[in-house]
């Protein structure tokens, strides 16, 4: 896991997999509360990431759960580390309730994978093209703006000892839209450029002209961990949608594999990116 902890999050990784173990061995809420001597609200409490799971609980219902000895171990360890501090508490006044548990889950992703259709994704935004989009908003108050940006450019992971890899497919018109200034977006540009560079970051543009099977989906992310099972994640304006089950996660993973499919390769699109960001 990465070193940006948060306890919000980790409860909510533990919880969705305490739950699905539960429903995969056809055990009710009430069998489990007796196996450790508790409540039914405190299962419930716990598989919806509310209340803090204790290894010990862990272990003893993944072992009702006929879980194998792996996943034994790996919630458990994952349960004796989430009471630490949260990294995002300094901005914590200016992320909406909805979105904090994803940028704890981002936080501790090992890689994710998204599909932009509008804007670029946070995680590779310059301070100058985030501070643009947020300036005249709606759901933004002008004040807050700075305080906004700041918490974007600290979440992001691309660079450094223990960098997040990053697959993005992005839609040409993304390239062509003006946010701020053309001064603006060819700084955009020239970053994702740099950017591209790096091996763990991989960037594919999809051309305006090319049809992808998978095209007409929403902007969705996908985030990978090392010691949980992936999350879907769908934003709209006021909250955003969980994906959990391993169904649905295994149908967004399908439609990531069709839109790189359908995108231009790693070096094209890094010479679209180039051609653009001249033209700007």
Not at 46 to 56: A, F, N
Not at 139 to 152: G, H, K, M, N, S
Not at 168 to 176: Q, T
Not at 263 to 271: P, R, T, V
Request: net charge negative; proline share 4%; with cysteine.
């Amino acid at each position: 896991m990465s070193e940006r902890s948060d306890p919000s999050a980790l409860r909510f990784l533990i919880g969705h997999e305490l739950r699905a173990a539960r429903e995969r061995a056809r055990v009710k809420q009430s069998e489990a509360a007796k196996t450790i001597g508790c409540s039914q609200p405190k299962i419930v409490a716990m598989e919806s990431g509310k209340y803090l799971q204790q290894p010990d609980d862990v272990t003893a219902l993944l072992k009702l759960y006929r879980a194998d000895v792996a996943q034994i171990d790996r919630l458990a360890s994952l349960a004796g580390r989430a009471d630490q501090t949260t990294w995002w508490a300094p901005f914590s006044e200016v992320l909406p309730n909805w979105f904090k548990t994803f940028v704890g889950l981002e936080g501790l992703a090992r890689s994710q994978f998204i599909y932009q259709t509008v804007t670029f994704t946070g995680q590779l935004q310059t301070a100058h093209y985030a501070t643009a989009l947020h300036e005249g908003s709606p759901l933004v108050a002008t004040v807050d703006v700075p305080q906004i940006v700041r918490a974007r450019l600290a979440r992001q992971r691309l660079v450094g000892a223990r960098p997040m890899g990053l697959c993005s497919v992005i839609e040409e018109s993304v390239l062509y839209r003006e946010v701020g200034s053309a001064e603006i977006m060819r700084e955009q540009l020239e970053h994702l450029s740099a950017l591209m560079d790096q091996d763990h970051i991989d960037l594919h543009i999809l051309p305006t002209r090319r049809y992808a099977h998978a095209g007409n989906v929403s902007e969705f992310t996908l985030l990978h961990f090392d010691e949980a099972q992936t999350v879907g994640y769908i934003e709209y304006p006021t909250g955003a949608l969980y994906l959990q089950d391993y169904d649905g996660v295994a149908v967004y993973e399908m439609l990531a594999e069709q839109l790189r499919a359908a995108a231009l390769s790693k070096s094209e699109s890094a010479e679209l990116i180039r051609s653009r960001a001249a033209d700007w």
